[in-house]
Structures are given as C-alpha cells and as structure tokens.
C-alpha cells in the first residue's frame, strides 16, 4: 500500500485534518491520512473512572511534556510565561477541548484597515460564511440565534442549559448592562447525525466518554473513513519531502513499529497545528529549502501568537451546582470585543464563563491556603466546595515576529526527530488588556453576587490556541501560503491548520480553522484541473 502514491497525503488527524479530508473525499481521490497518535477508547476517558479528577492530571493532562504518552512530542517552552497544551491521537487536540465554537468577527480580518496594528486577512468574513455553517452541521453546533455580537447565524443544536450556575452569572451581566449570550458550543445537546446527547457528565476537557462533544474521532472522521480515506494511525512523519521540479513528492514517516518508510503523494496538506507544522516544515529542510520547505519567506515558525488568557474566580455564598454541565460552555460576554481606544489597548477579548471545581481541585486550592490541610481541612472545604464560578477571559494576541517556534538543538521526540522550542513574550498590548480585562471580570462576579474574587493573569497551561506560524498573505516575501492555503512556493503544498492565521481575534480558533480548512479544500476541488499550471 505505502508503495503506491497517493493523491493526496493529509499529515495530522486533529480539527483541520479531519475536515479537509471529509470535504476532499467526494473527489475519490486516494486520500492518506498519517497521524501520530491512535484512534482513542472512549472507555478509558477519567470519567469513566472514579479518580477522574486525578487522571485528569495525569495520562489526560494538558501538556505533552507531563503527559509523554508515546504518541506525544516533547515541546520545550521553557522560554515561555505560557505552555503548549495540545493532544495527540485521530481527533487531535479537540479530543481534550472544551468545544467553545464562536466565530471570528467580520473586524477580525480587517485589523490593519480598521485599527492600524498587524496586518488584514487575504479573505474576509463573508467567504468563510458558508463554511461556518457547514462546520457547524458536521460538528453539530449548540447555540442561540440572535447573537447581536454577531451577523446572522443559526446553531444547529438547542443550547447548552445554563443551570444555576449561568443563572447567577447571567444576572451579574444583566445588572451591569453588558452583552451577554448563550455560548456556541460543539456539543451535541440533542441527538446529531448518530452521535448521544450531552448527558451533563462534564468535565468536557478530558475526553467526552459519551460522544456528545464534537471530537473529531466522532464528527468528520467517521464520515471521512467511510468515504474511503485511509486513516494511518501511529505513524509520525519525520519530513516532506521535494523532487528535482520542487513539487512536494511525498513524505517520510515512523511507522507503528517504529520502521521508516515512505508514501509518496501528489499533493501534500499539513495539518499538524500551529506548533507541529512550523517543526514539520523546519524539520523538512532541504538543499532546496536550506532554511526549511516553504520558507523562502522567514516566516515559518515567526509570529506565534496564544490567546493570553486570564482566569478570574468568584465565590459565593449560595451552592451553585458547578459541576454540572459541560465544562466551559454556557454564556460568551463580548462587551469589550471590538476596539475602543478610550482603553489603552487595540483590538479586544471575550469573558466565556466556567462551571465550577470538582472536590479534588477545591482541596487542591488548598495549598493556596483557603482550603488549609491539617484539622480545619474539612469544615472549610465544605465551606468551599460547589460555590465557586468564573471564567476565562481571551484576549486577542498580535502577531510579533519574535514570537516563535524553532528547533531545538538538543531535545528530541521518541523516533529523533528534532523537538519544537518556544519562545514567546506577552506583548505591551495584551498586557495592558489582561489588567482591564481582570477588573472587569472582578466587577461583573461581584455584581452576580460573589463574596470574594481572585485572578490568575496570564494563565499558564493556556497554550491551547496555536496560531500565525505559517501565516497566510498574498506578499510571498511576508507570509507562508497565499490566500488558498497554498505554499507560495510549493505548489502542491498546502497548509489547513491554526498556522495560517493572520491575527487571532479574541475568541477560541478551532470554528475557524475548520472554516478555514473546508474553505481550502472547496478551492483545490473547484480547480483539481489545473491546480500545479
Ligand atoms: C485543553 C484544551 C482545551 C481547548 N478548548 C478549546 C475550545 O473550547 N474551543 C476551541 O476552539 N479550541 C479549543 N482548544 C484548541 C483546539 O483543540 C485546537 O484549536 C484544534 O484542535 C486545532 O486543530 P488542528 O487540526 O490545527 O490541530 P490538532 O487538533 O492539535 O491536530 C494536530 C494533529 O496532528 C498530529 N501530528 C502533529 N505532528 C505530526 C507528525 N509529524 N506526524 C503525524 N501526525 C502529527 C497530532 O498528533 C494531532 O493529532 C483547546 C485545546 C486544549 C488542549
Ligand atoms: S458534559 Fe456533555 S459534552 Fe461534556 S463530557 Fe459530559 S456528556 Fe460530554
């Protein structure tokens, strides 16, 4: 099989491997699918177990580096206040996402134009419209219609219940007079295309035991599959390989035996996120490429931007029955969204509201001293426990060139192949949005009612959202892939994952990235004719 060349090789199963292979799979072409990781057993997810809040910081844990599962890649990000979080299996990184689903904003792609600072997007908000809304049907989108934060949009799913929990949080939003909505969510709150409804087990960002959050392994994938495209699993490519015309020809790979092989292709789609695809590109350097394939540019690896995040904390007098409900998803606040120079800063974030501990991480706050060990332990852990309420907040990050993905010259994954290494400094603007941001979360807890407030700016497991270090742009000498996704200088190369972004508007990516993906894969369908002229 691995001797025959495919049509097309897709590299990474997560968000956006998963889309562009459904959506080229009606071509017929002979689609192959490497991924590093496994397909996962939804049977193992902590929820399924009674140490779930244990495994949840162990084997399910965010960061590869603690996780070291075998599919997983050390990352060093060390020099960074911010760490990769990430998973690695068919399913991606949505297998532990909390499946928050908004949009980009019409303004996001229009940041140059609109406030002076990085640069626009080669496309805008109403292309990638329709693959929005064919996102949302495959990935079965929970939500509210009449959003006024938004254009016109219709969830395919009722929304997400806000329990008492929203409720209150609600209220706070209300007294204040600031937007407030159901939150987009990727979880099935109704039966969709096979998969159960969301049965409230939470918390989402371990794995959903129940098929409800829309992971990828339970959305496009089994459609993909049965379409005909090939899923390799425990395959790590080791590089892309070019021939003498400067097409991409294949690429090498780690089988699950640990042998190196090779699959030729004629075309190849790397989808491996926005930290694994500038190490894949670096890695693949050539004679041709000296400083990595696609980089005639310089900018593979520069301008990673995270969504800086801060977590602000309220605690209430009343129980609030938090741990009910999926994780992260019930109302968005988008009050400070759009630019308002009055602030000091440019461009803004978004509040998306949390449920609440589950008794093992109130004990553990512990250690902060509000639940002390020792003969008190109890009494105040049951004065804690179930009353407390917050949310993230998202900031939008600017792309800086100095914030980058390299190689690092001497750690190594389990096949050796160099590991990536991150250096990132949060910018002046994200800064001073973080400080306005953390006052505003702390008025808006009180005014739904909370006795005592707390933050933690920028939070530091909130690499997550992984983008910019493949930018898309039409100028080859400032961006990676033009406005199709395509290399700017390999032509049957293309990039679909959070990379491409120009800028990271202020809410969570992954709604965009499949946009993004199907968006690209309905321009290589439109013009399979003529793709390479
Ligand atoms: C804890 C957590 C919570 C999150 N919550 C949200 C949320 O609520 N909303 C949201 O929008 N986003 C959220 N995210 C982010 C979201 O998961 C990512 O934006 C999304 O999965 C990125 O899609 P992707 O396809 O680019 O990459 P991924 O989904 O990360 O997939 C990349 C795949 O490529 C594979 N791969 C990489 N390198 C190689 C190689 N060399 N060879 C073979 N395979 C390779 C990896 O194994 C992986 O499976 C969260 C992420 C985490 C970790
Ligand atoms: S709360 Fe719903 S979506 Fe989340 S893990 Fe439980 S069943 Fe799945």
């Not at 779930?52 to 590869?64: A, K, R």
């Amino acid at each position: 099989m691995a001797d025959e060349v495919a049509d097309v090789v897709i590299i990474g199963a997560g968000a956006a491997g998963a889309a562009v292979a459904w959506s080229l799979a009606e071509t017929r072409m002979r689609i192959v699918c490497l991924e590093q990781g496994g397909w996962m057993d939804p049977s193992e997810y902590p929820t399924n177990h009674q140490n779930w809040e244990m495994l949840g910081l162990g084997p399910f844990g965010f960061s590869p580096n603690t996780r070291a599962r075998p599919a997983d890649y050390p990352v060093n990000d060390d020099d960074s206040p911010i760490k990769i979080s990430n998973f690695n299996a068919v399913g991606g990184s949505t297998i532990l996402y909390a499946a928050h689903f908004p949009r980009l904003h019409p303004s996001d792609f229009r940041v140059k134009a609109l406030d002076g600072v990085a640069d626009d997007w080669p496309l805008d908000y109403a292309t990638l419209e329709p693959f929005y809304d064919q996102n949302a049907e495959m990935m079965g989108v929970a939500g509210l219609s009449g959003d006024p934060a938004y254009p016109p949009k219709e969830p395919t799913l009722p929304p997400v219940p806000l329990g008492r929990l929203g409720d209150t949080l609600a209220r706070g939003f209300e007294r204040l007079g600031w937007h407030v909505w159901p939150s987009d969510s990727a979880i099935a709150t109704a039966e969709h295309a096979g998969r159960a409804p969301c049965i409230n087990l939470g918390p989402c960002v371990t794995g959903c035991a129940q098929g409800a959050k829309g992971s990828t392994d339970v959305t496009y994938w089994p459609a993909a599959v049965r379409a005909g495209v090939e899923v390799r699993t425990h395959c790590r490519v080791r590089e892309i390989t070019v021939g003498g015309d400067g097409l991409a020809d294949g690429v090498v790979y780690f089988d699950a035996e640990g042998n190196e092989q090779r699959q030729r292709a004629e075309m190849v789609i790397v989808a491996c996120n926005g930290v694994g695809t500038p190490r894949l590109l670096l890695n693949s350097a050539s004679a041709r490429f000296p400083d990595g394939l696609a980089n005639r540019s310089g900018r593979v690896g520069r301008n990673l931007m995270f969504h800086p995040y801060a977590l602000v904390t309220g605690w209430f007098p009343e129980r609030l029955e938090g741990y009910k409900g999926p994780t992260g998803c019930s109302l968005i606040s988008q009050e400070f969204y759009e630019t308002d120079p009055s602030r000091g800063f440019v461009r803004g974030y978004s509040f998306e509201m949390l449920r609440g501990d589950g008794p093992v991480r109130t004990a553990i706050q512990g250690a902060a001293g509000r639940v002390p060990w020792g003969s008190a332990h109890h009494d105040a852990f049951a004065e804690r426990f179930d009353r407390n309420a917050g949310m993230v907040i998202i900031c939008e990050d600017l792309p800086e060139e100095h914030n980058t993905v390299t190689l690092d010259p001497e750690l190594v994954d389990g096949h050796g192949i160099p590991a990536p290494r991150i250096h990132y400094r949060l910018g002046e603007n994200s800064r001073r949005m973080l400080e306005h941001a953390v006052a505003r979360g702390k008025e808006v807890l009180h005014a739904a009612g909370a006795i005592e407030t707390e933050a933690l700016s920028p939070l530091p497991p909130a690499g997550w959202h992984l983008m910019g270090t493949a930018r898309m742009g039409t100028d080859p000498e400032r961006s990676v892939v033009d406005a199709h996704g395509r290399s700017h200088d390999v032509k049957n190369l293309f990039i679909v994952d959070g990379s491409i972004f120009v800028t990271s508007g202020g809410v969570n990516p992954t709604n965009t990235i499949q946009a993004l993906a199907l968006y690209v894969a309905d321009h290589i369908k439109r013009n399979l004719g003529n793709l390479f002229d």
